[in-house]
Nanobody, 125 residues
Framework: VLLVESGGGLVQAGGSLGLSCRASGLSISRYAMGWFRQAPGKEREFVAAINWSGGSTSYADSVKGRFTISRDNAKNTVYLQMNNLKPEDTADYYC???????????????????WGQGTQVTVSS
């Protein structure tokens, strides 16, 4: 059972990155998915979430208008498009699958059962 993130890297402020999270041995089609991030010395924080169908999304205020979460259930994959990146976006980014099927968007990390290993995003000023 794996969630594997990819797409992280080093980018200059104002640039863009697209993250992917592909599930293997685990279906995500009936579950809300979330992206979280954790910067060095800080707690893990909510970034974005999407419900099982993709019809409802939620974003942290700090990324609203810059990040877009989406999903392709046929590919068992969730995406996070990050535009106009800022140095404060620097963190390890994690995707997670909600513990309850058919759940709505949820910003609490405690509601998520499966987590990926993370991908590092570094934004230089």
């Amino acid at each position: 059972v794996l969630l594997v993130e990819s797409g992280g890297g080093l980018v200059q402020a104002g640039g863009s990155l697209g993250l992917s999270c592909r599930a293997s041995g685990l279906s995500i089609s009936r579950y809300a998915m979330g992206w979280f991030r954790q910067a060095p010395g800080k707690e893990r924080e909510f970034v974005a979430a999407i419900n099982w169908s993709g019809g409802s999304t939620s974003y942290a205020d700090s990324v609203k208008g810059r990040f877009t979460i989406s999903r392709d259930n046929a590919k068992n994959t969730v995406y996070l498009q990050m535009n106009n990146l800022k140095p404060e976006d620097t963190a390890d980014y994690y995707c997670a699958r909600n513990a309850r099927a058919w759940s709505g968007v949820d910003d609490s990390p405690h509601s998520y059962e499966y987590w990926g290993q993370g991908t590092q995003v570094t934004v230089s000023s």
